[in-house]
């Protein structure tokens, strides 16, 4: 009888084991599913071409100050990424090299 349920009991671990090392293998397949490709770099905010800087002072962000930007590399498309804040709101702004919006 104790042959019977050490038997069962081992049985019992050796399937938990295996369906646990299942999960997990679907668990790192997901992860490495949703890895971005952007590549973000730091930029300090008077590096920014002229014509952003220029888009930021327009009365289109009046009142948005820039805190922080960077340049964004995604796949074939570069643009720039400033960070910006009003008060207690804050935001983030896409632009071509030309200072236009990126969608």
């Known amino acids: 009888m104790k042959k019977i349920i050490l038997a069962a009991t081992l049985a019992f671990a050796g399937f ?12 790192n397949a997901a992860i490495v599913a949703v ?16 014509p952003i800087t220029t888009a930021l002072k327009s009365d289109t962000y009046k009142g948005w ?30 632009f071509d090299k030309d200072g236009k919006p990126v969608q």
């Open 65 to 94: 100050t820039a805190t922080e930007a960077f340049t964004v590399k995604e796949g074939t498309k570069e643009y720039y990424l400033v960070n910006v804040k009003k008060e207690a709101e804050t935001g983030s702004l896409k």
């Open 35 to 50: 890895q971005d490709s952007a590549v973000k770099t730091p930029i300090k905010l008077e590096e920014l071409p002229e």
């Open 16 to 27: 938990t084991a295996v369906q646990a090392s299942e999960v997990n293998t679907i668990k």
